[in-house]
């Protein structure tokens, strides 16, 4: 049905619809007059916030919509970050391997405390978890790009790599810049650079897509309940990938 495993599809899909689904929160905080519109100039004596995704998503209705879409986008970004892990299992360092799916699974637990733990009602708990996903996420995705060129998975490994180091960078630079805005301030500023940051990073998630078209990734369940007697019988029972099988 496919020239390449549906897989494949996973993150793309996974990266337009979280953008879709934060740029809902967006633009129901907005109509609700919750925060003024990115590229307006903040007034701090307006009756209206800056436009930070963490306060588009902290009032009703908004803020159920982006607990959803942090919840959802945390699950299936740990499971595109474990295929990934079980695509380079045989192909990189174990150590480097574990560490890259580490970060991002941490990563991806900091998603879920800035989407239920909301800014102005649990702010430390918030921040902690907005440092987590951009300051663990954009460690995984430099370590991901220099795997990406050690790898060269089917001699794609240069260009792919180039384009995520490109991208790491810029992640890298909206992230400075955030902070950077942020402590002078500059509020309006530094809401274009974090929503610029995530939809960057959204971008770079969607290119594992890349990667994935290569391999099949099966679940297999048996009725075998007893400990497997041998490495034949253990494959079953986790999660396991079949190159070149499309």
């Known amino acids: ?27 129901v905080a907005v109509y609700d007059e919750k925060i003024v519109p990115l590229g307006t100039k903040y007034r701090r004596n307006g009756s209206s916030y800056p436009p930070y995704i963490s306060i588009a998503g902290n009032f009703p209705p908004a803020s159920s919509i982006f607990s ?5 986008a945390a699950f299936l970004g740990f499971i595109i ?8 299992k045989q192909k990189i360092n174990k150590h480097l391997n574990v560490v890259t799916l580490l970060a991002f699974t941490f990563g991806c637990f900091g998603m879920t405390l800035l989407g239920n733990f909301k800014i102005f009602t649990d702010e430390i708990i918030h921040n902690l978890g907005t440092f987590m996903t951009f300051g663990l996420g954009t460690l995984f995705c430099w370590l991901q790009s220099f795997i990406t060129l050690r790898v060269d998975l089917k001699n794609e490994g240069r260009k792919t790599g180039i384009m995520r180091f490109l991208l790491s960078g810029i992640i890298t630079v909206c992230m400075i ?9 500059l509020h309006g500023e530094a809401a274009q650079s974090q929503w610029a940051l995530v939809m960057f990073f959204l971008i770079f998630l969607s290119t594992f897509g890349i990667d994935f078209r290569h391999n099949r990734f099966d679940l297999v369940c048996t009725e075998n309940c007893g400990r497997p007697e041998n490495h034949s019988e253990m494959l079953p029972d986790v999660s396991r990938y079949r190159p070149e099988e499309l």
């Open 68 to 72: 959803e879409v942090m919840n959802l």
């Open 177 to 185: 810049l955030y902070f950077s805005l942020i402590s002078q301030r």
């Open 1 to 27: 049905m496919f020239g390449f495993s549906p897989w494949a599809l996973l993150p793309p899909v996974y990266s337009g619809l979280t953008a879709a689904g934060l740029w809902v929160v967006y633009f």
């Open 81 to 88: 970050a474990f295929l990934r892990y079980l695509q380079l």
